[in-house]
């Protein structure tokens, strides 16, 4: 079971803005790093660290942190941004990798 | 350009073994540390195992260790896992992923996966 817990689902109108958050204890000591997985495809990286962005994210992608939560913030939403997105931090051994359960988002 | 392309992946008896590899092109392996992530049918992501890019010292999540090993051969800029006493449980798709330098170290690119199935 994962040590870092994310709301199954989410849903939101589009052209909204919609918070998905990943709770733990990692987070009080490392940067959560968010990633977006389309059906059938390989996760994509979308958010590490502060609030940075691969190039290619589009910067309605943000993040932010506070304690043992870490959020992922989307603002406007495309119906593209449809998708699970996962969160994931180092444990308390930094070798270790540790996955939120993820969260499904839906474009209403 | 990064790509990472596995392949290895298919049909395992329980109990049985299986190695499934990833070809690494547009950057040397062995300069960075790399991850193994794997995915059940319809869950989400578990980390697997690591090597380090320096020294290549290995990490195994609990689930798998003593049963995997993971490895690299810098010749070939592949990274491998060899997977043995497999079960049902180990059936998922397996990604690798280049673990980025820097602060945060996110997992900044990711192979397209291969499919290992346990079933008799």
């Known amino acids: 079971s994962s040590e870092l817990t994310q709301d199954p689902a989410v849903s939101v109108a589009l052209g909204q803005t919609v918070r998905i958050t990943c709770q733990g204890d990692?987070?009080?000591?490392?940067?959560a790093s968010w990633y977006r997985q389309k059906p059938g495809q390989a996760p994509v990286l979308v958010v590490y660290?502060?609030?940075n962005r691969p190039s290619g994210i589009p910067d309605r992608f943000s993040g932010s942190s506070s304690g043992n939560t870490a959020s992922l913030t989307v603002t406007g939403v495309q119906a593209e941004d449809e998708a699970d997105y996962y969160c994931?931090?180092?444990?308390?051994?930094?070798?270790?990798?540790?996955f939120g359960g993820g969260t499904k988002l839906t474009v209403l | 350009e990064v790509q990472l392309l596995e392949s290895g992946g298919g049909l395992a008896q329980p109990g049985g073994s299986l190695r499934v590899s990833c070809a690494a092109s547009g950057f040397i392996l062995s300069n960075y540390d790399m991850r193994w992530v794997r995915q059940a049918p319809g869950k989400g992501l578990e980390w697997v195992s690591a090597?380090?890019?320096?020294?290549?010292?290995?990490y195994y999540a609990d689930s798998v260790k003593g049963r995997f090993t993971i490895s690299r051969d810098d010749a070939k800029n592949t990274l491998y896992l060899q997977m043995n006493s497999l079960g049902a449980e180990d059936t998922a798709v397996y990604y690798c992923?280049?673990?980025?330098?820097?602060?945060?170290?996110?997992?900044?690119?990711w192979g397209q996966g291969t499919l290992v199935s346990v079933s008799s």
């Open positions: 090597i380090s890019g320096r020294g290549g010292r290995p």
């Open positions: 990692s987070l009080r000591r490392h940067y």
């Open positions: 994931n931090t180092r444990d308390s051994s930094d070798n270790h990798l540790e």
């Open positions: 660290g502060r609030s």
């Open positions: 992923a280049r673990e980025s330098d820097g602060d945060y170290r996110p997992l900044d690119f």
